[in-house]
């Protein structure tokens, strides 16, 4: 593959994961002003949301301590983003080799995730 | 509480910027900072540092990828090595003591430390590699950068493959382990073993840590390790401190990012071997 193109994957990738980031970082932020705007975390001391399903009932009721916790979840997903996208530029680029060197990374990847939530 | 959160920030964005330009991620800075000047449980360190390299990688490859100064190649490929590492070292976690941990992380520095003043000793200075090899050839990775110190386009080639996979698999798996991106040794195993140059090899280790880190980083998430109060603040400071840190790291000199890497990692190295040894300072 050429150079040229080497920088079209580069730039796609780079394009989704500053949005990624983006978007982690305004909820994170939303989260510390709610923190302030509440006067609380919403839990009880040294509490906060260590499940799916308590950090989304947490965020519907505007709770800081969840909205933050949402946020740092954003941010530990962009790198995985960061993986999709690359196979997506890879195969736009015809570069077959990467295609599968990148997937096997984000298989293995997928699997440490599922194995953290269930660990 | 609120001026805690706002030193946080402020230690992120202190953490960031260094690790954006050394590409060793804001755990290597941020555990001990934690542990030992804050007093924090290593749990909650480890937990708000591994977001930390999270956001020092995300935020840092936003301009590397844009300036064409990373090799994504080398990147995607040695992220086998690292991912299946780190799982490995969550796996193991449990089974060591924080003792057990101040003490390797300590040792892991020192070592980083030497082979960096080995290079900054050598007399051949910042040499590029650009002779073939076998397996760069069949995985394309030569790359080249543009270095705006020297003002110049570097092509660049590389050697050692196979022992740069197996450095990045250790590196994956002190990662999971400690809880540290291990940037230094994805860097060592580029910069020294690989023969890659520093930058390039820096803004790679930037990459593939963030990678390294969210295989592991679901597991403290999830087992909470991970404390809203902490590691949200240290984030927002992290990632505004990565975008600085990977347009300064652009106009410095290799060797100057060298010299900034040894004292820091030196230092570091020293109170956590101590720290696990009980000498607290």
């Known amino acids: 593959m050429k150079k040229e193109e080497m920088r079209d994957v580069e730039l796609i990738i780079g394009k989704i994961l500053r949005i990624g980031v983006v978007v982690s970082a305004i909820v994170i932020i939303l989260g510390i002003v709610l923190y302030f705007v509440n006067g609380g975390s919403g839990y009880a001391d040294g509490q906060w949301p260590q499940r799916f399903g308590v950090m989304f009932q947490g965020v519907a009721q505007g709770k800081s301590y969840a909205v933050i916790m949402l946020g740092i979840f954003l941010l530990i997903l962009t790198p995985v983003l960061r993986v999709v996208v690359s196979i997506y530029a890879f195969a736009k680029e015809r570069d077959v080799l990467y295609v599968y060197i990148t997937t096997a990374v984000l298989v293995i990847l997928i699997f440490a995730m599922v194995f953290g939530y269930h660990g | ?281």
């Not at chain 2, 140059?197 to 390790?225: H, I």
């Open chain 2, 1 to 281: 509480m609120d001026t805690a959160m706002l030193l946080f920030v402020v230690i992120g964005l202190f953490a960031g910027v260094l690790g954006a330009i050394l590409g060793i991620g804001g755990g290597m800075i941020i555990t001990p900072i934690l542990t030992i000047m804050m007093g924090l449980d290593i749990k909650y360190a480890i937990g708000a540092s591994i977001i930390s390299v999270i956001a020092t990688s995300s935020g840092a490859t936003i301009a590397y990828l844009k300036d064409d100064m990373l090799n994504l190649r080398v990147a995607m490929f040695l992220e086998i090595a690292t991912t299946v590492g780190a799982i490995m070292g969550a796996l193991l976690v449990g089974l060591f003591s924080s003792t057990f941990l101040y003490v390797l992380f300590g040792f892991f520095l020192l070592y980083s430390t030497y082979n960096m003043i080995r290079k900054l000793m050598s007399k051949k200075g910042e040499t590029v590699f650009t002779g073939s090899d076998k397996t760069v050839e069949k995985l394309r990775l030569a790359d080249s950068y543009y270095d705006r110190a020297e003002k110049k386009q570097v092509d660049y080639s590389m050697k050692n493959v196979p022992g740069g996979f197996i450095m990045m698999w250790a590196a994956g798996l002190a990662s999971g382990l400690l809880g540290i991106g291990s940037g230094a040794f994805k860097v060592i195993a580029m910069d020294t073993i690989m023969k890659m140059p520093l930058k390039p090899s820096s803004a790679t280790s930037n990459l593939m840590m963030g990678v390294t880190a969210a295989a592991s980083a679901t597991v403290y998430f999830f087992n909470g390790s991970i404390r809203p109060d902490i590691a949200g603040p240290l984030a927002i400071g992290v990632l505004a401190g990565a975008t600085i840190g990977a347009r300064l790291m652009q106009v410095l000199r290799p060797k100057v990012i060298r010299m900034i890497f040894v004292p820091i990692i030196l230092y570091m190295g020293l109170q956590m071997v101590l720290k696990g040894f009980g000498v607290s300072f």
